[in-house]
T-cell receptor
Framework: NAGVTQTPKFQVLKTGQSMTLQCAQDMNHNSMYWYRQDPGMGLRLIYYSASEGTTDKGEVPNGYNVSRLNKREFSLRLESAAPSQTSVYFC???????????????FGPGTRLTVL | GDSVTQMEGPVTLSEEAFLTINCTYT??????LFWYVQYPGEGLQLLLK?????DKGSNKGFEATYRKETTSFHLEKGSVQVSDSAVYFCALSLHSSNTGKLIFGQGTTLQVKP
């Protein structure tokens, strides 16, 4: 099992450019998440998807959009990148037992994004 | 609102020293508590967890006890190794939430010197 995979690993954009970060998991998990990690601020939730076909905003959704393409894939799009979006982005997934999502999340290796 | 506060780092220790990283939380209801570890250049991995008061989570020589009375979940290890050098994150998840969302502390960098 590859677990959670993310592409690309590194990306440099100019202000105003757009790009999509890809994430896929092979653990048959229902729930998927996108976080950003900034120095001194821990991880902050951008968007999450509790199940295929649903998405919800997290703590810092402005400037981002997401798509839950199918159960495996959850992409994050920056329509018009800004320097404030320079960060490391992590995708994660978690399982569901009955009606409740389990607490343990499995993380991808991250995408380091720089916006000039 | 719900939040997690960790001691500021970096924490620098010599090999075989005793480690404590403090974590306190504020939550409505009764959360599950976690420690995640991030090794250089990698994503986060679950280190240990505790789901109710007085539970002790343990893994790889690390331990943390869920203290409801002090709203704390401090991470300890009796003898650290150079390979323990990493960033450690304390986090909580609310039982009332059906989404599995985690709230993270800011992270504490640990550097262990030979």
């Amino acid at each position: 099992n590859a677990g959670v995979t993310q592409t690309p690993k590194f990306q440099v954009l100019k202000t105003g450019q757009s790009m999509t970060l890809q994430c896929a998991q092979d653990m048959n998990h229902n729930s998927m998440y996108w976080y950003r990690q900034d120095p001194g601020m821990g991880l902050r939730l951008i968007y999450y998807s509790a199940s295929e076909g649903t998405t919800d905003k997290g703590e810092v959704p402005n400037g981002y959009n997401v798509s839950r393409l199918n159960k495996r894939e959850f992409s994050l799009r920056l329509e018009s990148a800004a320097p404030s979006q320079t960060s490391v982005y992590f995708c994660a997934s978690s399982d569901q037992r009955g009606t409740r999502t389990t607490d343990t999340q499995y993380f991808g290796p991250g995408t380091r994004l720089t916006v000039l | 609102g719900d939040s997690v506060t960790q001691m500021e780092g970096p924490v620098t220790l010599s090999e075989e020293a005793f480690l404590t990283i403090n974590c306190t939380y504020t939550a409505t209801g009764y959360p599950s508590l976690f420690w995640y570890v991030q090794y250089p250049g990698e994503g986060l991995q679950l280190l240990l967890k505790a789901t109710k008061a007085d539970d002790k989570g343990s893994n790889k020589g690390f331990e943390a006890t869920y203290r409801k009375e002090t709203t704390s979940f401090h991470l300890e290890k009796g003898s650290v190794q150079v390979s323990d050098s990493a960033v450690y994150f304390c986090a909580l998840s609310l039982h009332s939430s059906n989404t599995g969302k985690l709230i993270f502390g800011q992270g504490t960098t640990l550097q262990v010197k030979p």
